[in-house]
């Protein structure tokens, strides 16, 4: 399968996506919440402020601190979208082009917001 630009914008967008989705989005706490310690301190004005520290030890680790940063997470979700892509493209498509979509959704979104918010 020969890479075009299409597809490789089209998996760059899916790549952000399924990146956000496991590093930021509500949705996807509970794969994160093994990973972290929660830490709450209360800041100077009285508000109390939620800390996530990757575990200290172990695979934990590894998964929090992979979790906690994302461009190393953005590295594995964009090798496994390649993969994936090149591996099973019959079945990979529909979700690659899923996460696309959405991916590009977000960017509008956010134009849009920074436009008629501002």
Do not use: H
């Amino acid at each position: 399968m020969r890479m075009t630009f299409f597809n490789l914008f089209i998996l760059s967008l899916a790549s952000f996506r399924l990146t956000r989705l496991l590093v930021f989005d509500k949705i996807t706490e509970f794969i994160r919440a093994p990973f972290f310690d929660e830490i709450q301190e209360e800041n100077e004005d009285g508000e109390v402020e939620v800390f996530y520290l990757p575990k200290k030890n172990g695979i934990k680790r590894f998964f929090g601190e992979l979790l906690s940063c994302y461009w190393c997470t953005g590295i594995w979700t964009a090798a496994l979208i390649v993969g994936l892509f090149y591996l099973y493209p019959v079945l990979a498509t529909p979700v690659i082009l899923i996460l696309a979509v959405a991916g590009l959704a977000a960017i509008v979104e956010l134009i849009v917001q920074f436009f008629l918010v501002s």
